[in-house]
């Protein structure tokens, strides 16, 4: 990827790899999450823990294609609190030309409506019955539930020593016929086959 900056009207080109880019990426989402909604976020609860989540919501979304084409990605979330409220930031983003819309399910989410399943940690159902639901539908599962990837969820978020790291679960993207970029996979700190 090339990054172009410019520089007291000098442009400047430099190469820059994925994990730089990632990481550009999110940057740039934490701060327009922090300055254009700074006063919401606060009174909301929202930390920057779930600001850092969120930020990798979005980017898993550039590096997941599905079997069939997609009009929207429609994320719904199942569970309440600052994370789900966080995840309402990314309503109206795009990801190339697909544009994002964030719903929230209550009791039981509407499966042929989404492409992407938050599962808050909050959340206090059948954590299992729910996968079974979304298996093989085209549907990517995203969660920071403890041991999400080894219960059957796609793409697990947890914190290791203050930072966030993810893990996916490989066997189970395949079985929903979720596809995902092996530049993703080099950056989990671990892929279950």
Not at 139 to 152: A, H, M, P, Q, Y
Request: aromatic share 6%.
């Amino acid at each position: 990827m090339v990054l172009r900056l410019d520089v007291n009207d000098r442009k400047v080109m430099r190469t820059v790899g994925l994990r730089e880019a990632l990481l550009l990426g999110i940057a740039f989402i934490l701060l327009h999450l922090c300055v254009f909604n700074s006063p919401v976020m606060a009174e909301e609860g929202i930390t920057k823990e779930h600001l850092i989540k969120t930020a990798f919501v979005y980017n898993f979304l550039k590096f997941v294609s599905w079997g069939s084409p997609v009009k929207s990605l429609t994320t719904c979330v199942e569970g309440k609190g600052s994370m789900a409220k966080a995840l309402k930031s990314l309503e109206g983003k795009s990801v190339g030309d697909i544009s994002i819309e964030v719903r929230w399910c209550k009791g039981v989410c509407r499966l042929e409506r989404c492409r992407v399943i938050f599962v808050t940690s909050s959340w206090a159902g059948d954590l299992r019955k729910l996968l079974s639901r979304c298996e093989s539908k085209g549907i990517l599962t995203i969660s920071d539930k403890d041991r999400f990837v080894d219960e059957g969820g796609i793409i697990g978020l947890k914190k290791e020593g203050g930072r966030i790291r993810f893990e996916i679960n490989l066997k189970a993207a395949k079985d929903a016929h979720v596809f995902i970029s092996s530049k993703l996979l080099k950056l989990a700190r671990r892929v279950v086959r």
